[in-house]
T-cell receptor
């Protein structure tokens, strides 16, 4: 089955800096890669996703890049703000399969 | 997301008792899932269902049971056989597992404490 590894497990940045979280996946047939943000005590919420036929996708301060050859994808957050502090999960799936999640990254943005 | 309702938000039980967590969705989604999350940990899949009257074990199904008698409902029973039941339980749904770009929509979770 699919295996997703996520790094780093914790990330601390200064407000205004950029943050990058990286994930690798094992199944070359994976074709959908969502990212979820989970604030403390709350449910995970989808913040951005990318399909395998696209190399990059942006939504305001958030972007995701995908390298199918290397089987890795990354979340980029620019101009970080304290409200970006949360746990971020990457995930991957193939058609017909369930999502496989990474272990999560605790992002802390220091004012 | 008002589309998935989990109840109750907090649940307390004594060791040895079975307890059932409720999950209802009005998104007309075919697939539903149960995840367990321990403090500082990731999401571990307990059970999932792709269609009514059908469900499959996830990665940590031991000590849990589910049913899917209605499309809208996917209750999870934590049995006395589950050795460490205290955790945060999340229910989720998606359009269909076979749809490759169908994201999960999560409920607000139930925090279960067993003493």
């Amino acid at each position: 089955g699919e295996n997703v590894e996520q790094h780093p497990s914790t990330l601390s940045v200064q407000e205004g800096d950029s943050a990058v979280i990286k994930c690798t996946y094992s199944d070359s047939a994976s074709n959908y890669f969502p990212w979820y943000k989970q604030e403390l005590g709350k449910r995970p919420q989808l913040i951005i996703d990318i399909r395998s036929n696209v190399g990059e996708k942006k939504d305001q301060r958030i972007a995701v890049t995908l390298n199918k050859t290397a089987k890795h994808f990354s979340l980029h957050i620019t101009e970080t703000q304290p409200e970006d502090s949360a746990v971020y999960f990457c995930a991957a799936k193939t058609s017909g399969s369930r999502l496989t999640f990474g272990e999560g990254t605790q992002l802390t943005v220091n004012p | 997301d008002g589309g998935i309702t989990q109840s109750p938000k907090y649940l307390f039980r004594k060791e040895g008792q079975n307890v059932t967590l409720s999950c209802e969705q009005n998104l007309n989604h075919d697939a539903m899932y149960w995840y367990r999350q321990d403090p500082g940990q990731g999401l571990r899949l307990i059970y999932y269902s792709q269609i009514v009257n059908d469900f499959q074990k996830g990665d940590i199904a031991e000590g849990y049971s589910v049913s899917r008698e209605k499309k809208e409902s996917f209750p999870l029973t934590v049995t006395s056989a589950q050795k460490n039941p205290t955790a945060f339980y999340l229910c989720a749904s998606s359009i269909a597992q076979g749809t490759y770009n169908s994201p999960l929509h999560f409920g607000n979770g139930t925090r279960l404490t067993v003493t």
